[in-house]
């Protein structure tokens, strides 16, 4: 079984900020099977990466990011 999965899109059509490229894509990565990572399932929330800008968060607060993230994420 895997510790982590992700997959990769070449378009990032999920923009959270100005700041990000949509040309550069991004990537979702989930811990387990590859298949949580493209299925979202439930209340699960994947650690998502824009390419352009990695450092960036989806999440408004610190509170935000701890209660959707994967403590390895954080």
Same mark, same amino acid.
């Given at each position: ?5 992700? &997959? ?7 923009? *959270?900020?100005? @700041?990000?490229?949509?040309?550069d894509g991004f990537l979702? #990565? &989930? *811990?387990? #099977?590859?298949?949580? =990572? &493209?299925?979202?399932?439930?209340d699960e929330?994947?650690? #998502? &990466? =824009? #390419?352009?800008?990695?450092?960036? @968060? ?8 701890? @209660?959707?993230?994967?403590? =390895? *994420?954080?």
């Open positions: 079984m895997p510790h982590a999965s992700g &997959v990769a899109f070449s378009r990032n059509l999920y923009r *959270w900020s100005p @700041q990000i490229r949509k040309e979702r #990565l &989930v *811990w387990g #099977l590859g298949t949580r =990572a &493209v299925e979202a399932l439930g929330h994947p650690r #998502l &990466v =824009a #390419l352009s800008h990695p450092l960036l @968060q989806p999440a408004d607060s610190i509170e935000e990011i701890i @209660q959707h993230s994967n403590d =390895a *994420w954080i």
